[in-house]
């Protein structure tokens, strides 16, 4: 069982002839992941070619438009690797051609873009995963992004995480315990974006598969303090954390856009205080993250 991705997931990747497009595209493929078409503007009537899991010959047809590769592929989900100044425009395309999910991999979208996209989002069938994302994998089954697929194992635990680097820090020591995964969601770590905490915590929970799960957030902004209250007051399994940053000096951005503590808010303490009384369990270093939720079970 998983959440968002899987076997029945059709992927379209914005930007799959581009350098990092297609570097990405070719392990999303190899991985197994069912990429059904790429979409460049002008680059419509060629062909991607790959290599799937087994090794086998995969081609890949390219269209100009998100909706030419919808209306000719099936697909349902897309993932962007468009460059900032129109990752916002490539994620307003792939909501108007109906996909259902839409993962946004770039880094350094204008948060004015961002806020358009938030607006024409509303009311919209369309989940938004990202900007700045590590993206989505479901183990052994669908893997959409940038996360290195060989240190996953499929499992019971899900993975939340605003920092990709830290989500592969915490899968690894997952999977080096023997605690495979479910689904390990990347949901970025800038202010202005789709899928939060909460819309994670919601899928995982309702998720009969899934037995425990590791969240993973830094400072800046409330999202963790929101999501406290709604684990105390909803969460019906066992969820471990960890807070990044907690040496930060107040006042100065550290790596993601969000990640700044700004009016006496948004510091580490703050969240893990929350965190710990709506019952986390909070690991006090990033080398913990594995044993501690495991202590939990």
């Known amino acids: 069982m998983s959440v968002l991705v899987g076997p029945d997931t059709k992927l379209v990747i914005q930007g799959i002839t581009g350098n990092t497009g297609s570097f990405h595209a070719l392990g999303c493929i190899a991985y197994g992941t069912n990429v059904v078409a790429g979409c460049t503007p002008n680059r419509g009537g060629e062909v991607f070619k790959a290599k799937g899991p087994k090794d086998e010959d995969v081609n890949v047809p390219v269209f100009n438009t998100v909706k ?17 100044p129109g990752a916002a425009d490539a994620i307003l395309e792939a909501t108007a051609a109906g996909c259902d999910l839409v993962i946004c991999i770039t880094e ?29 994998i479901t183990p052994g089954s669908c893997k959409i992004g940038i996360m290195p697929g060989h240190i996953h194992l499929p499992g019971k635990y899900g ?56 969240m993973i957030g830094e400072i800046g902004g409330n999202a963790e303090e929101k ?8 969460m019906k399994k066992p969820v471990a954390g960890f807070i990044a940053g907690t040496t930060a000096p107040p006042g100065k951005r550290m790596g993601h856009a969000g990640a700044i503590i700004s009016g006496g808010k948004g510091t580490a303490a703050d969240k893990i ?12 270093t990033p080398a913990d993250m594995g044993v501690t939720l495991q202590s939990m079970l």
């Open 273 to 284: 205080a929350a965190l710990e009384a709506a019952g986390v369990k909070v690991a006090p």
């Open 227 to 234: 999501a406290a209250e709604w684990i105390k007051a909803n």
């Open 68 to 84: 030419e590769a919808v209306e000719e592929s099936g697909a349902n989900t897309s993932c962007i690797f468009v460059p900032p």
């Open 159 to 214: 993975v939340i995480s605003k920092s990709g680097t830290l989500t592969y820090e915490a899968v690894g020591q997952l999977t080096a315990l023997g605690m495979g995964q479910s689904t390990c969601i990347g949901i970025g770590g800038d202010p202005v974006a789709g899928m939060d905490f909460i819309d994670a915590l919601k899928l995982l929970n309702d998720d009969p598969d899934t037995e425990g799960v590791m």
């Open 108 to 136: 350094g979208i204008p948060v004015m873009d961002m806020i358009k996209v938030r607006r024409a989002l509303e009311g919209s069938k369309t989940t938004l995963l990202g900007p700045n994302c590590p993206g989505i």
